[in-house]
């Protein structure tokens, strides 16, 4: 579900405001008009001048096809909005609310900054009992249940899994994941990061 940020109850962090400057950079580059990339995604075109403008924040089904439309990947995007100041530490802090994005009821953030590696490590939390559409994608992906019990849906085919359990599914599998109680759960989701074209 996408959000609009109320100044009032939630200030705008930096990330935020990373993120919607990295998607208008990315936008300007390959010469589109926010109407265009509304018209790509699916999205209102006052809808993605807040998000670039930090006054919005995207679902990460609304993130992805931004990121596609835009030649990237929504992880790419996330990572991105978590960069360092320049001299500043590599660490990314569980406060500092490292570009979030709300996915299946829950939320998923980013937890590295931008970089050059073959992996991006998410971490997602929730209580929704709806595992929501199913994903896809060529990268491989690894998830560790940190928290909590969760249903894991791989293609098809449900795994209840708590602490300590951990999943390894190949690119191509479809997947998706819910509370199996309605309890808060957290996973640690690993993906693969493949060569972009050009890169």
Known sequence: MDVRID???DPLDRSVTRLGQKIRGLRHAQGLTLVQLAEATGLSHSFLSQVERGRARLSMSSLFRVADRLGT?????????????????????RTDDASAASAGGGTVRALAPAGDRPFDPMEYTGTSREPGPYWAHDEDEFAYVVEGHVLLDLDGTLESAGPGDSAFYRGGTRHRWASADGEPYRLLV?????????G
């Open 73 to 93: 990947t929504q992880q790419l995007l996330l990572t991105e909005a978590t960069a360092p100041a320049a001299g500043g530490t590599p660490v990314v802090r």
């Open 7 to 9: 100044e009032a109850t």
């Open 190 to 198: 690993v993906k693969q990061r493949l060569p972009r074209d050009g």
